[in-house]
């Protein structure tokens, strides 16, 4: 397992200073961990801060936004990238969910304050206040056409609201607990939620109703993804013919981040299990790579990366630390995560 590098405080703003200081940690498994500071000690000609070091730390390349930082003793580096911007003034508290519209003209975020919000991508000013959820909302998401929200939350409701107007247009109720995550099938007739009960379902928009309950696992389903499943991967048939209402289900399968420590696929129109993969511990979130891998999330800090067709073993377990993974995000030829610490 690879040692991890980290700057323990806002460095962008601590080393704007004229004498700024920003706190450094290497942290290698299985070894005391190595402590140090870099501090600013003032600008070059071009404008560009000039860094230096604490013993057993070595910085290299350094622009306006980024810093590239080695430990040598444990032989890793890592770049540290300053926010491009950051609003302070969404929320008040934590944000526990966001996600950008299609076009990247607005944002939607909950957070532990209780608030679901709309705001402008570009500055971060509020548009709407989505109300109407009983306790904390859990996920948000734009559907592809970046006018409408899909919500869930601890009230076992699923939501879809105008982000126009900020009303809630339909209201699905079904779940016995909490709504934990939610997914989009195409460009959004039908819509997938799963829940503290248990339970994965698909949602009519239309009709205002439950198509059927994809899974039950009688554990939490912590995340989903859906995605096209490889052609050569056996779905299953569904036991009875899907409704009409069903669209886009076809040749898709739904990825099911469990609590009891289980990654599960099922075919989306067949409710059929595809695999069932055991991991460290309960997973978090799951995505798509491709039609072919996939990546899942787990409470322990590792990352497992699976190919569907044969999830005997998984291709590889990335671990930069032991902070829960939360999120994982396809990005160009790679992705991103984030990490509880």
Same mark, same amino acid.
């Given at each position: 397992?690879?040692?991890?590098?980290?700057?323990?405080?806002?460095? *962008?703003?601590?080393?704007?200073?004229?004498?700024?200081?920003?706190?450094?940690?290497?942290?290698?498994?299985?070894?005391?961990? #190595?402590?140090?500071?870099?501090?600013?000690?003032?600008?070059?000609?071009?404008?560009?801060?000039?860094?230096?070091?604490?013993?057993?730390?070595? !910085?290299?390349?350094?622009?306006?936004?980024?810093?590239?930082? $080695?430990?040598?003793?444990?032989?890793?580096?890592?770049?540290?990238?300053?926010?491009?911007?950051?609003?302070?003034?969404?929320?008040?508290?934590?944000?526990?969910?966001?996600?950008?519209?299609?076009?990247?003209?607005?944002?939607?975020?909950?957070?532990?304050?209780?608030?679901?919000?709309?705001?402008?991508?570009?500055?971060?000013?509020?548009?709407?206040?989505?109300?109407?959820?009983?306790?904390?909302?859990?996920?948000?998401?734009?559907? /592809?056409?970046?006018?409408?929200?899909?919500?869930?939350?601890?009230?076992?409701?699923?939501?879809?609201? $105008?982000?126009?107007?900020?009303?809630?247009?339909?209201?699905?109720?079904?779940?016995?607990?909490?709504?934990?995550?939610?997914?989009? !099938?195409?460009?959004?007739?039908?819509?997938? *939620?799963?829940?503290?009960?248990?339970?994965?379902?698909?949602?009519?928009?239309?009709? *205002?109703?439950?198509?059927?309950?994809?899974?039950?696992?009688?554990?939490?389903?912590?995340?989903?993804?859906?995605?096209?499943?490889?052609? *050569?991967?056996?779905?299953?048939? /569904?036991?009875?013919?899907?409704?009409?209402?069903?669209?886009?289900?076809?040749?898709?399968?739904?990825?099911?981040?469990?609590?009891?420590?289980?990654?599960?696929?099922?075919? #989306?129109?067949?409710?059929?299990?595809?695999?069932?993969? !055991?991991?460290?511990?309960?997973?978090?979130?799951?995505?798509? #790579?491709?039609?072919?891998?996939?990546?899942?999330?787990?409470?322990?800090?590792?990352?497992?990366?699976?190919?569907?067709?044969?999830?005997?073993?998984?291709?590889?377990?990335?671990?930069?630390?032991?902070?829960?993974?939360?999120?994982?995000?396809?990005?160009?030829?790679?992705?991103?995560? $984030?990490?509880?610490?």
């Amino acid at each position: 397992m690879a040692a991890t590098l980290r700057i323990q405080s806002d460095w *962008s703003r601590a080393l704007s200073r004229d004498e700024g200081e920003a706190w450094l940690s290497c942290r290698s498994p299985g070894k005391p961990t #190595l402590y140090g500071s870099v501090t600013r000690r003032g600008l070059s000609s071009e404008g560009v801060p000039d860094i230096a070091a604490s013993e057993g730390f070595v !910085v290299g390349e350094v622009t306006k936004k980024s810093i590239l930082i $080695s430990c040598p003793h444990e032989n890793v580096s890592t770049k540290f990238l300053a926010p491009y911007t950051s609003f302070c003034r969404i929320h008040q508290k934590s944000i526990t969910c966001l996600d950008i519209s299609s076009g990247g003209g607005l944002g939607v975020s909950t957070s532990t304050d209780g608030t679901m919000k709309i705001w402008q991508a570009a500055n971060g000013e509020i548009r709407r206040l989505l109300e109407g959820h009983v306790y904390d909302v859990n996920c948000c998401r734009f559907f /592809p056409s970046g006018l409408v929200v899909l919500s869930g939350g601890m009230d076992a409701q699923l939501k879809i609201w $105008s982000a126009e107007d900020a009303s809630c247009v339909v209201t699905f109720k079904g779940h016995k607990g909490g709504i934990l995550d939610t997914a989009i !099938v195409d460009r959004g007739r039908n819509v997938l *939620s799963c829940s503290r009960d248990g339970t994965a379902r698909l949602w009519d928009c239309g009709k *205002s109703a439950c198509l059927g309950v994809i899974a039950d696992c009688g554990s939490p389903i912590n995340g989903i993804a859906v995605g096209t499943a490889d052609n *050569s991967l056996n779905l299953g048939t /569904p036991e009875k013919p899907p409704s009409e209402r069903e669209v886009g289900t076809e040749g898709k399968i739904l990825l099911l981040a469990r609590e009891d420590k289980k990654l599960q696929g099922v075919g #989306l129109q067949s409710r059929q299990p595809v695999f069932l993969f !055991v991991g460290s511990d309960a997973f978090n979130c799951c995505t798509f #790579l491709s039609s072919t891998y996939i990546l899942a999330g787990t409470q322990d800090g590792n990352i497992y990366q699976l190919d569907v067709r044969n999830t005997n073993a998984p291709i590889q377990v990335i671990r930069r630390s032991g902070a829960p993974v939360l999120s994982l995000l396809p990005y160009r030829d790679g992705f991103i995560a $984030s990490q509880g610490n």
